[in-house]
Structures are given as structure tokens and as C-alpha cells.
């Protein structure tokens, strides 16, 4: 299963700029794109990326208001910010919202492909946990989901 990407930037150069990286690195398959944060927001709805690659500043709609809304919700999906902004506050009220990554801007693409890989390695262990949590459930041998904790020290202890 690969991992799906949509890009929200005001900025048509960015968007082309990260577009060509997810195209190039294969990280992942973009499944859209959108202007600004109230687009970005219903596409985002609509669609259900895995990763959504964000701009802070936008005119209609800043990033961190965007993946606020979002996380309220309920979407659970990875948010990895990009922006000029150097201000330390707004970058942590960034990650107070939530996100997993920011890259500063101008968007450097050996930046962006290793936290989109990363951000990849992630996902996909996340999935196993699921995977492995639902089997479990299955079976009846858990019946409630275990933690993340719980299911990693399941899937990597020793055997009896």
C-alpha cells in the first residue's frame, strides 16, 4: 500500500516544486492539491491523505488554524508544515496542533525526501501495529486494542 500526499500552499511554485519531488523519490502518490486552507480543508475531508504536506501562511486560512480544524475533526492523518517563517512561537504552536515535521523554505529536495521517507517508515510501521492489533482482537486474544507500546513489545519479544 503506498502512502497518499496532498499538498496545501498558496504558492503554485511550491506546489510544483513538491510535486516533482513526490514524483521523483517515490515516497508516496499525490492525490491532490489545493490553494489554501479552506480547499485544503474539504479535500483534505473529502480524500483522507495519509500525509498532508502544509503551508503555515496562506491568505484564506493559515496552516496550523487548518490542521487545527482538521484534528477537531477527526482526521487522523500526518501533517508535515513548510514555511518561510522563522518565528520559534508560531513553529511550536505548529507542533502543539500537531504536525510532525516543518521544512523551512525555500524547499530544499534532499530535506523534503528524507521526512517524506521518514515519514513513510512511520506510517508503514503504524499499519503493522494496526494489522497486528486487529488480528489480535480477531482471535480474541486481546479484547481490547493495545497500545502502541503493548503491541511493538508483542510483535518483538522472545518466544517462550
Known sequence: MTLSILIVDDDSVSRSMLQDIIDECGAGELVGTAEGGIEGEQMI???RPDVVLIDLLMPDQDGIETVARLKTLGFAGKFIMISQVDN???VGAAYQQG???????PINRVEVEHVLKRVNEQWKYERYVLEIQQSLTKFNIVETPLSRKDAL???YREPF
Open 45 to 47: 475531508m473529502n480524500l
Open 99 to 105: 504536525i510532525e515535521f516543518f521544512i523551512h523554505k
Open 153 to 155: 513489545f508483542v510483535m
Open 88 to 90: 520559534k512561537e508560531m
